[in-house]
């Protein structure tokens, strides 16, 4: 325990090693009184030098309150409501800017009168402000959709990701269940479009040899291999209308029968779905059940198009282009990120990085100028493509090129080129008979 100021509570300030996340003890003028020992493992000291210590100063290097500077303040706020209140926020923290998870606890004396807050700083470990965590972004919309991840993270509510394409939703999901109390467990994932209602059915729900032509032997389902994790459905705007009842069971009761089975199962896992398409649009026109809808809106969050964070794509581009030992490999000139931020990008941050993947190829050296960036962008509108060459050759070229820069890494080529690695292996085959 590290005490700030002269005149603090000693027994409050001895209270803060009681709990399990850095805290800290703060006046209602701003004022660190006091620091736990978790708090300085994660945060490091406070220069007693620099008096009075404000938590303003200290975890922002604002020179006033953060409703001041045009953030929420947590303190502010529970001082008006008298009772606890949550924000997420940005820190400076050796490491850099970290979001953190900050609650303050307003302590009260005898006669009931505001006397201190206990405020406690919980770092939020899969998103930062750096190249080191899954989820990145420090702007306001990419913060207010993570501070919805953080609360619904720990509970067992069912989230429905809504958003445009390439906007990260299957990392979000990969968030929510790393964050939640089944994370020992496995997070399974069904990508509902472009499946047949047999198919679907079977991937779900599993089917017993002999169901229908091809089954040749008994396969397990999803829905059971996502007992005690979570099951994510990406594309739910997808799913058959027939079908829909049968997930909606499943929903509600937890129990389901395979395919050309008798027996009925029991399953008990965390719900994610996550649509591009707006599903109130689709109960309106009876291309959605209602019933079905209530029961994967239980807690929406919407997920930012890259137009809505921009002010984050350098942040993104760094992050890109960083090789796997967090080294930055590619280095962007300031004229090529201009560029980068004018253009539209239909598929968000998946197109961002193809474009940076095309970049990387077409470079010279480790810097990235506007000229390479102008190039990657021609050839997204396909102005470049030599009048003489086929498709399918294009696409050869592209595959060859990636394959080279990324050392015949299958795996992220065909993350990159927006296919699986089954279509991959098909495709360089292809191209070598």
């Given at each position: 325990?590290?005490?700030?100021?002269?005149?603090?509570?000693?027994?409050?300030?001895?209270?803060?090693?009681?709990?399990?996340?850095?805290?800290?003890?703060?006046?209602?003028?701003?004022?660190?009184?006091?620091?736990?020992?978790?708090?300085?493992?994660?945060?490091?000291?406070?220069?007693?030098?620099?008096?009075?210590?404000h938590?303003?100063?200290?975890?922002?290097?604002?020179?006033?309150?953060?409703?001041?500077?045009?953030?929420?303040?947590?303190l502010?706020?529970?001082?008006?409501?008298?009772?606890?209140?949550?924000?997420?926020?940005?820190?400076?923290?050796?490491r850099?800017?970290?979001?953190?998870?900050?609650?303050?606890?307003?302590?009260?004396?005898?006669?009931?009168?505001?006397?201190?807050?206990?405020?406690?700083?919980?770092?939020?470990?899969?998103?930062?402000?750096?190249?080191?965590?899954?989820?990145?972004?420090?702007?306001?919309a990419?913060?207010?959709m993570?501070?919805?991840?953080?609360r619904?993270?720990?509970?067992?509510?069912?989230?429905?990701?809504?958003?445009?394409?390439?906007?990260?939703?299957?990392?979000?999901?990969?968030?929510l269940?790393?964050?939640?109390?089944?994370?020992?467990?496995?997070?399974?994932?069904?990508?509902?479009?472009?499946?047949?209602?047999?198919?679907?059915?079977?991937?779900?729900?599993?089917?017993?040899?002999?169901?229908?032509?091809?089954?040749?032997?008994?396969?397990?389902g999803?829905?059971?291999?996502a007992?005690?994790?979570?099951?994510?459905?990406?594309?739910?705007?997808?799913?058959?209308?027939?079908?829909?009842?049968?997930?909606?069971?499943?929903?509600?009761?937890?129990?389901?029968?395979?395919?050309?089975?008798?027996?009925?199962?029991?399953?008990?896992?965390?719900?994610?779905?996550?649509?591009?398409?707006?599903?109130?649009?689709?109960?309106?026109?009876?291309?959605?059940?209602?019933?079905?809808?209530?029961?994967?809106?239980?807690?929406?969050?919407?997920?930012?198009?890259?137009?809505?964070?921009?002010?984050?794509?350098?942040?993104?581009?760094?992050?890109?282009?960083?090789?796997?030992?967090?080294?930055?490999?590619?280095?962007?000139?300031?004229?090529?990120?201009?560029?980068?931020?004018?253009?539209?990008?239909?598929?968000?941050?998946?197109?961002?990085?193809?474009?940076?993947?095309?970049?990387?190829?077409?470079?010279?050296?480790?810097?990235?100028?506007?000229?390479?960036?102008?190039?990657?962008?021609?050839?997204?509108?396909?102005?470049?493509?030599?009048?003489?060459?086929?498709?399918?050759?294009?696409?050869?070229?592209?595959?060859e090129?990636?394959?080279?820069?990324?050392?015949?890494?299958?795996?992220?080529?065909?993350?990159?080129?927006?296919?699986?690695?089954?279509?991959?292996?098909?495709k360089?085959?292809?191209?070598?008979?």
């Amino acid at each position: 325990m590290e005490i700030i100021a002269a005149d603090t509570d000693t027994a409050l300030a001895r209270m803060l090693d009681s709990y399990e996340h850095p805290a800290i003890l703060v006046n209602p003028q701003y004022q660190i009184l006091a620091t736990n020992d978790l708090y300085k493992d994660k945060f490091g000291l406070i220069d007693s030098a620099d008096e009075p210590a404000h938590c303003y100063k200290i975890s922002h290097g604002y020179s006033r309150p953060c409703d001041q500077a045009g953030e929420d303040c947590p303190l502010a706020a529970a001082t008006l409501s008298g009772q606890r209140e949550r924000v997420l926020h940005i820190h400076q923290t050796p490491r850099g800017e970290e979001h953190v998870d900050v609650e303050m606890l307003p302590i009260l004396d005898e006669q009931g009168a505001l006397q201190f807050f206990v405020e406690l700083l919980k770092p939020v470990p899969v998103a930062g402000a750096g190249g080191d965590k899954p989820m990145v972004g420090t702007s306001p919309a990419f913060t207010r959709m993570l501070e919805l991840i953080t609360r619904v993270g720990p509970t067992n509510a069912a989230v429905l990701l809504l958003g445009e394409s390439g906007t990260g939703k299957e990392l979000a999901a990969r968030t929510l269940h790393q964050t939640s109390l089944r994370s020992q467990k496995s997070l399974v994932t069904l990508e509902c479009a472009g499946l047949s209602e047999t198919l679907f059915e079977s991937e779900l729900f599993g089917h017993v040899k002999g169901a229908f032509t091809g089954a040749n032997y008994t396969r397990q389902g999803l829905a059971e291999a996502a007992h005690g994790g979570t099951l994510f459905l990406d594309e739910i705007g997808d799913i058959p209308y027939p079908l829909q009842v049968k997930l909606l069971r499943l929903i509600e009761t937890g129990t389901y029968r395979p395919v050309g089975s008798t027996v009925v199962k029991q399953t008990d896992f965390r719900l994610v779905c996550a649509t591009h398409r707006n599903l109130e649009q689709m109960v309106e026109a009876g291309e959605f059940r209602q019933d079905l809808y209530y029961r994967i809106n239980v807690f929406p969050v919407h997920m930012p198009s890259l137009a809505e964070r921009l002010e984050d794509l350098p942040l993104l581009a760094r992050t890109m282009l960083r090789d796997k030992d967090g080294n930055m490999a590619y280095h962007l000139t300031e004229s090529a990120v201009t560029i980068l931020k004018a253009y539209r990008y239909r598929g968000n941050i998946r197109e961002l990085r193809n474009i940076l993947s095309r970049a990387v190829v077409l470079t010279n050296t480790n810097v990235i100028d506007q000229s390479v960036i102008r190039q990657c962008l021609d050839i997204s509108a396909g102005s470049v493509v030599p009048p003489d060459m086929s498709l399918k050759a294009v696409e050869e070229h592209y595959l060859e090129q990636l394959m080279r820069s990324h050392h015949n890494n299958k795996e992220k080529v065909a993350a990159i080129a927006g296919i699986s690695v089954r279509s991959l292996y098909r495709k360089l085959q292809e191209s070598q008979e």
